[in-house]
Each structure stands twice: as structure tokens, then as C-alpha cells.
């Protein structure tokens, strides 16, 4: 048996109706906020601080001891840095004297040290992912060293993103091993002082005969050609949003729905908490999230949620997700079958509200152009009345959470082995296609319009959580040609897609639903026989060569439940016109595949 796991998972509260004047206050702080952090962003960014991203703790204790300095003081180390060349620093310590000296409002201390932990969080990630990038592509940098051992421990040396030496490779500077430094301060300082002192004469004493400036520039050379792809993060303020940690944030003891955050000071006043009454149930824990989406504010909490053991006993199914369903199985069943539905009725009305305020638009920047004071005043209240966006985005969350709810039953029934189709069924294995491959398009204006909405990411994420909640492995697969194989004799061709949700095999006569067809092709390719990043050309050589030589492989193993979907029913069920008819998602796979062709 093996051992329960936790998943982290991030639970969105929302408030009650906050007042004008509490929504001016966190309009502030969140400016504020911002503002702060950009400055964080922005010093870690260059080459003088990167390196403190990996000690943000110290170089936190080093600001507050600049900031407690008398004036006098503090005239003559700003003075000193920069006789050292530490601008950015200097500018840093100058923009929170600033604001911790200024009358007006400013960030307490508390929330500027948040603001500096989040940006040093942001640019330790870039790093990690700059590092990453050059293993995977070791060969194509540094294979002309793999016969030369000595060279090899070098540049692993210089590859510790956490240390001095990977920062002055990235500058094009020739790093060389420092003896190290007794801290008194560490436990067992000694001890640990005299096996960095050993590791330290060891490597010297290995790249002594390394020809060290040609393997820096090499490595200068391939950090920078990794750079170029991924970019330093974007330092844009931000406005919408803050965090609080435990000691920012608490509950009335007499009722446990109102929440009071710690607010901004002016001068060198504090302001009394900001009191905001939370609506539904759960507990609240460690650092929240206060973020504005759509001029509405929500309250973003971070929660641990058991996992299950990995399940050992079940059935294996394919999973193939739809436009008008949210998925087929490869047993004939569909789940989530009003999706299609509700994506297209949202996207039309979309659609319809745009032109008719498109032409309001237009109406009123005429009027407004007029030399006439009543077409201006006119203009101004179209723009008032009629070119609001609180209705329009009332309109918007309620649609995504009825697309998001939609999204969440469906799946909840496929683990936990409930509706239609599914009851009594216990699954083990979830295949299903690689939901991050690019879509394309290639279709009408009104069919790019709705696969726009189509939430693809939301699918795997939740496909992603409930699996590892419920013990349930997920397997991804290439889906490139799956809805046009023939799951009886495995013969693939353009040519058996007779329509959007038909397939029939032009060898066997097999005819079937595409959505279920794609489902059974899925499962099969569980065995691995096609990788999981071959492009759709080779798939579909790969698909010939294992029908003509008649490649045996598994296929889908019976689906016992005790209801079986009437799948004559289902494809008989139409919710558009010949004109309008929905675009599932083998349709769109086949699009993706042509395109890359």
C-alpha cells in the first residue's frame, strides 16, 4: 500500500457586497501594492542583485538595518554604494526611505517584505527554468566535452544557479573557486567549515589543467542563447492584487465570516483594519490572495486536500474530449452532454452584444466629435448608460461558472463512477490526448469565435487534480488521426471521415460515432507504439505501416457497467442545422494534423 499524499489546491472565496469607501481603501492598497513590487522586480532583474533572489531573507535583514539608520547615516551609505557601483541598491533603499518617510500613504513594512519575497519567488522560477532548458540541451552545448571529465566537472560547477559562479558566467566573466569563509554563526560551524574546505581543494585541484576561458565563453554562449527563448519576466505594475500572510490578516472571534486585513499607513499613523464579511464555509489558513477580476474582489486561499492510494483494481478508459460533450469514453458513453450548449449560447450572445455596442461606440465618438453641446452631451451619457461593464461582466463570470460547473460534474462522474453509462464503474486508468497541442484555425469566423471559449485548459487541470485526488493514473497519448482509424481493422484515411460526428471504414464497412471511434483509438495507443511528440505526419506513416503488416495490438477491454448508452440515440440527437453543425474535437484534431502537414 503505498503512502497518502496531499495536493495543494487553491480555493476561491468570494465577499459580500464591500461598501465604496472599503473599495477605494483596497483599490489603494492594491496600487500600492503594485507599485512596491515592481521596484523588487525590477532591482532583482539586474546584474547586480540576481544573485540575492537565492538569500532574499538576508538581504531583507540587510534593508531593514539601511532603513533603521539615523538620516546622517544613512546620507553617507548611499554615498558609499555607490562609490561601489551599487545602483540598484541605491535606488532600491532610496524609494523605501521615501516611502516610509512620506506623510501620504505608503506600504507598511510587513507587506513591502511580501512584495520583495513574491518578486525574489518570480525570478528564483526563471532561473530554475534557464537551468532546466541547458541540461535538456546538453548535448547540442557542451557534447564536444564528454570525453574530457575534468571540463565536464567545471561546468556542472558553474551550473549551481544558487551560487556566485553561474551569475558571473551569465555576465561573460571567467568564474574561479574561492576558498571558503567559517561562519561562527552556523551549528556545527567547524565541522562543516572543514568539509567545504576539502570539496574546495578537490576542485581545484581537478580543473587546474582546464582551459577555463574557452569553457566559460562556451557556457556564456549557450546561457545566452537559452535567454533569448526564455525571457526575463515582464516587471508591469500591477494593480489588481495583494498577499497577506498570517501576521497581515484575522478573523472576529465572534463570527468567523468577517475577515480584517491589514490596510496601508499614512505618515506615521497605521489605519484601523479593513473589514470584509466572506461568504460560504472553510477555513482559512497560512498566505491569502486578495485579487480584483473584473472590478469584483476575490479571496484566494491556498488548502491541502488528501489523495487516495494509487487504485490497483478498475477498468482502463479513453478519453476523448468533445465540443458538444465534454468527453466521449471508449465504451460509447458521453458525459457533460449539455457543454456544447452552453459554450455556444454564451459566445453568440457575445457576439450579438458586441455589434450593437460596437455601433454605440461608433454613435457616440461622432457625437462627441460635433461642435454642437447637446450631441456632446449626448455622447457622454451614451458612454454612461450604454457602454458600462458591470452588467457585461456579471454576465461573464456567471457563464464561466456554469461552464466550469458543467466541466467538474462530468468529470466527478467519471471517478467517481456515477450517470449515465458509468454506474458501478471503477476506474483505474484515465488515456487521454495531450490537451496542450495548439488548435488552430482554420474554420469560420463564427466556429473560431466559439472554439475560442472552449475551455481546454480548465479540462486538463481538472483531469489533473481529480485523478491524483482519487488514486486514478492519467496517461497522455498523440491524438494525432484518431478519429480517422477504423477501430475494427485499424485503417486509417482521410476518407472515413464521412462527417463531423460520423466514421465509416472504407475496407470493413464499420460505421460509428467519430467522438467514440477517437476514444477506442486513444486506449489503444496506451501501448506506446507512437510517441507522444511525433508530428502528424509520421503518426499517419507509423498508422500504415501497422496496417499493412497487421501489427496485433490490444484492443479496448470490455466496459462492464450496468447501463449501456444507446449510441444509435445519441448520434441521432442534432443541436444545429446542416449549416450550423457543432465541430467535436476529432474534427479539430484533423485540422491540427493538416496544418502541420
Known amino acids: ?13 468570494l465577499f459580500a457586497p464591500i461598501p465604496p469607501e472599503t473599495q477605494a481603501e483596497l483599490d489603494l492598497l492594491c496600487e500600492l501594492y503594485g507599485r512596491t513590487l515592481q521596484k523588487f522586480q525590477m532591482a532583482f532583474c539586474t546584474h547586480e542583485l540576481r544573485q540575492k533572489v537565492w538569500n532574499w531573507r538576508a538581504f531583507r535583514d540587510e534593508i531593514v538595518y539601511c532603513l533603521n539608520l539615523p538620516q546622517p547615516k544613512f546620507e553617507t551609505l548611499l554615498e558609499d554604494l555607490k562609490a561601489q557601483g551599487k545602483r540598484a541598491q541605491t535606488e532600491l533603499l532610496k524609494f523605501l526611505r521615501s516611502q516610509q518617510s512620506s506623510e501620504g500613504p505608503h506600504l507598511q513594512a510587513r507587506h513591502w517584505k511580501l512584495c520583495l519575497e513574491e518578486a525574489s519567488q518570480g525570478l528564483r522560477t526563471y532561473w530554475q527554468t534557464v537551468k532546466a532548458e541547458l541540461k535538456r540541451q546538453w548535448g547540442r552545448f557542451f557534447g564536444r566535452y564528454s570525453n574530457e571529465p575534468k571540463t565536464l566537472i567545471y561546468i556542472n560547477w558553474i551550473l549551481r544557479e544558487t551560487e556566485p559562479q553561474f551569475y558571473m558566467a551569465s555576465q561573460g566573466k571567467v568564474p574561479y573557486p574561492q576558498p571558503p569563509k567559517l561562519n561562527p554563526k552556523e551549528k556545527d560551524a567547524e565541522e562543516r567549515y572543514r568539509k567545504r574546505l576539502t570539496a574546495f581543494e578537490k576542485l581545484k585541484k581537478d580543473i587546474e ?25 515582464h516587471c508591469r505594475l500591477t494593480s489588481n492584487r495583494a498577499d497577506f500572510d498570517s501576521s497581515c490578516w484575522r478573523l472576529n472571534s465572534k463570527d468567523q465570516n468577517e475577515l480584517r486585513l491589514m490596510s496601508y499607513a499614512e505618515g506615521a499613523k497605521k489605519r484601523q483594519l479593513i473589514a470584509l464579511r466572506i461568504l460560504g464555509k472553510g477555513a482559512l489558513r497560512g498566505t491569502i490572495q486578495l485579487i480584483k477580476k473584473l472590478d469584483v474582489y476575490e479571496l484566494r486561499v491556498c488548502r491541502e486536500a488528501l489523495c ?44 450579438e452584444k458586441g455589434q450593437k455596442r460596437n455601433k454605440l461606440w461608433a454613435k457616440a465618438k461622432e457625437l462627441e466629435s460635433s461642435a454642437k453641446e ?10 454612461k448608460h450604454n457602454l458600462g461593464r458591470k452588467k457585461h461582466n456579471a454576465k461573464y463570470r456567471r457563464a464561466q461558472d456554469s461552464i466550469k460547473q458543467e466541466i467538474n460534474k462530468a468529470i466527478n462522474s467519471i471517478v467517481q463512477g456515477k450517470g449515465d453509462g458509468l454506474d458501478g464503474v471503477k476506474v483505474k486508468e484515465l488515456v487521454i490526448e495531450k490537451l496542450s497541442a495548439h488548435m488552430g484555425k482554420t474554420r469560420s469566423k463564427n466556429w473560431n469565435r466559439r472554439l475560442s471559449s472552449w475551455a481546454r485548459g480548465y479540462i486538463r487541470q481538472c483531469l489533473e ?8 493514473r492519467l496517461t497522455q497519448v498523440n491524438a494525432c488521426h484518431s478519429s480517422r482509424v477504423c477501430p475494427a481493422c485499424f485503417y486509417p484515411s482521410k476518407e472515413n471521415r464521412v462527417s463531423t460526428d460520423r466514421v465509416k471504414c472504407r475496407q470493413c464497412g464499420y460505421e460509428g460515432h467519430a467522438d467514440t471511434c477517437a476514444a477506442k483509438e486513444i486506449l489503444r495507443r496506451r501501448s506506446g507504439e507512437i510517441p507522444l511528440y511525433a508530428p502528424p505526419g509520421k503518426v499517419f506513416e507509423m498508422l500504415m505501416v501497422q496496417y499493412k503488416r497487421g501489427l496485433e495490438v490490444p484492443q479496448a477491454p470490455p466496459f462492464s457497467c450496468k447501463t449501456q448508452l444507446n449510441e444509435s440515440e445519441g448520434e441521432k440527437k442534432s443541436l444545429y442545422s446542416r449549416d450550423d453543425q457543432v465541430f467535436s474535437t476529432s474534427q479539430k484534431r484533423q485540422t491540427v494534423a493538416c496544418i502541420s502537414q
Open 209 to 233: 589543467t582546464v582551459k577555463r576561458y574557452a569553457v566559460a565563453k562556451r557556457v556564456y554562449c549557450a546561457i545566452k542563447k537559452v535567454r533569448k527563448k526564455i525571457r526575463l519576466p
Open 374 to 383: 447637446k450631441d456632446r452631451r449626448k455622447a457622454q451619457n451614451i458612454f
Open 1 to 13: 500500500m503505498k503512502t497518502v499524499n496531499s495536493l495543494p489546491l487553491t480555493v476561491t472565496r
Open 465 to 472: 487534480q481529480k485523478c491524483k485526488q482519487f488514486g486514478i
Open 308 to 351: 487516495k492510494p494509487e487504485r490497483t483494481e478498475g477498468e482502463i478508459v479513453g478519453f476523448d474530449t468533445g465540443y458538444t460533450e465534454v468527453a466521449a469514453l471508449s465504451n460509447g458513453a458521453f458525459i457533460g452532454q449539455k457543454f456544447g450548449e452552453k459554450l455556444t449560447r454564451y459566445s453568440d450572445y457575445c457576439k
